[in-house]
């Protein structure tokens, strides 16, 4: 059955995203979703980002980077579905991604950091989306930068266009070399 909808805009994060369910044909019914995040010494943002997420993810994968604080106690502390896997920074952050991608066991990939949220109206078009057939989805996610020191907010704002959503695929691995390219 085929569904049809309006274009609609959803916001992440306060960016518009344009999506049209018009051309796909829902293949799940109750797909699940891999939430893979990098963590590194994130014991301030870690408990919001997944609080913000548990909605949406079966499984969090936390890569941890070398964490020394207590990102990870926090992490596990909060549900029976995280799993957390160890990762000698080597200064390769797609090989990092990869761990993740290894270990995930979902028909979905959210790739996020820590410090990348949802915003609450943007939960049910995503639930939404993962019940449909297209392979990935690159979505702009503004990153409000922090003081590293105080995990104080900064007026700053990045915006980065990388492979954040995308069906779980055992072929599919970030590139060894090139920055955020999915191959």
Not at 22 to 51: A, M, Y
Not at 71 to 84: D, E, R
Not at 144 to 171: E, L
Request: aromatic fraction near 12%; include cysteine.
């Amino acid at each position: 059955k085929k569904i049809s909808a309006p274009i609609q805009e959803h916001s992440f994060q306060g960016e518009g995203c344009w999506q049209l369910f018009d051309f796909f044909t829902p293949t799940f019914s109750s797909p699940t979703v891999s939430v893979c995040l990098l963590v590194g010494n994130h014991q301030d943002l870690i408990e919001p980002c997944l609080k913000n997420l548990e909605e949406i993810g079966d499984e969090f994968l936390l890569i941890d980077l070398g964490s020394i604080d207590k990102t990870l106690q926090k992490a596990q502390n909060f549900s029976s579905k995280v799993s957390v896997y160890p990762y000698t920074w080597d200064g390769n952050i797609n090989a990092a991604r990869n761990l993740a991608l290894e270990k995930a066991q979902g028909d979905w990939i959210f790739m996020l950091h820590p410090d990348e949220h949802l915003e609450f109206n943007s939960i049910t078009p995503l639930k939404q989306f993962f019940c449909y057939k297209p392979f990935g989805w690159n979505i702009f996610i503004p990153t409000h930068c922090r003081d590293t020191t105080s995990c104080a907010p900064t007026p700053a704002v990045q915006k980065q266009m990388t492979a954040k959503i995308f069906r779980n695929h055992p072929s599919l691995r970030f590139h060894p070399l090139l920055l955020d390219v999915l191959c």
